[in-house]
């Protein structure tokens, strides 16, 4: 519990008479991951992360971030957010606009000129920010985010409208910043993204946290692919070993979800019971279909007018 910088416990919105905006939401982020909290467009992400700041009030539950309780947050000093797009002012420089929230946020001027560097902005520091691509001005809003030299770093789809070198370049600046312990939570509704750079992820649909883990749990048991001849009774065979439920047609090869390491046993017993095997190899599921079943799953259940714990 102590190494969580932050932690919910049923943490919930209700904005109006909607239905609950965020549902039950037991969140766990541990000092020094990046964290990916994944859902599609309206599943509760941006109203989670502003009620973790403070921003929105919680309906119900409760939390901490950085030890303090949610709903008393006096002070976030540890903590640097970037909330959907930033504002600056257009005409004055990126140099400038940091110079000015810098002064506001009592930070040392000279934090300036170290987080412009920590965000490739240092030669275009005295352009306008009017004259920024999206992405120089989404880098520019990581940068106000580290004015204060945070220990908690909360992005809110930071790599949102940006082209594929924007996206790719904002992903290494990601990782970038999980040095000396920093902690990074972000959100995204991109797979690949949370794929390539986060420790562990969040998957949330509809309010509600349907999956939590690293991305290899999420992807969930790998696959095996078995091509053999005649392929009914390589089928029965596996089925034998592994049981029904392991075992999958897949045109004209077998799918089983078994760890990839039976691989050498599966092709024992397929070629001592005199098949001819023409392929075997572990299949990964990428997270897009783990995800894909996950929000479907969900989705499916809440049609049923069920609950999910
Ligand atoms: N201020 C508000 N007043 C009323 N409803 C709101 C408000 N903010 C968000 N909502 C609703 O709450 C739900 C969750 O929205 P939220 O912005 O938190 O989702 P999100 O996952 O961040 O989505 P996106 O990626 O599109 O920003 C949506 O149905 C949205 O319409």
């Known amino acids: 519990m102590e190494s969580n910088v932050i932690a919910t416990a049923h943490l919930s919105k209700r904005y109006g008479k909607q239905l609950l905006s965020v549902d039950d939401l037991n969140l766990r982020i541990r000092k020094g ?3 990916g909290f994944l859902g599609p467009n309206g599943a509760g992400k941006t109203t989670t992360l502003r009620m973790l700041l403070g921003l929105v009030r919680p309906t119900a539950g409760t939390g901490q971030i950085m030890g303090q309780p949610l709903r008393g947050i006096r002070d976030l000093a540890s903590v640097g957010a970037m909330i959907e797009s930033p504002a600056f002012y257009p005409y004055l420089s990126g140099w400038r606009n ?29 352009d ?18 580290l004015l204060k030299d945070p220990e908690l770093l909360i992005l809110d789809e930071p790599t949102n409208g940006l082209d594929p070198q924007g996206m790719a370049e904002m992903r290494e600046l990601i990782c970038t910043l999980k040095q000396n312990e920093r902690t990074v939570l972000l959100s995204s509704h991109l ?33 095996l692919l078995v091509r053999a001849a005649p392929l009914d009774q ?18 004209d090869a077998l799918m089983l979800t078994i760890s990839p390491t039976q691989a050498s046993a599966i092709a024992h017993t397929l ?4 098949l001819a095997l023409s392929e075997l190899r572990p299949v990964e599921r990428s997270l ?18 069920e609950t999910r714990q």
């Open 33 to 35: 991951e990046i964290y």
């Open 98 to 126: 940091l110079r000015i929230l810098a002064h506001y946020a009592g930070v040392p001027l000279s934090r300036v000129d170290t987080v412009l560097r920590q965000v490739a902005l240092t030669r275009q520091a005295s």
């Open 128 to 145: 306008p920010f009017k004259t920024y691509s999206l992405g120089m001005k989404q880098r520019l809003g990581v940068a106000a985010a």
């Open 191 to 223: 797979l690949n993204e949370v794929e390539q750079i986060c420790d562990r992820v969040g998957v949330i649909s509809h309010g509600k946290l349907i999956a939590e883990g690293t991305v290899a749990e999420l992807r969930g048991q790998a696959q």
């Open 234 to 251: 390589a089928r029965r065979l596996a089925e034998q070993a592994y049981g029904v439920e392991n075992v999958q047609m897949m045109d």
């Open 271 to 274: 070629v001592t019971a005199g």
């Open 288 to 305: 897009e279909a783990s995800f894909m079943t996950l929000t479907s799953e969900e989705q499916e259940v809440g049609g049923k007018g």
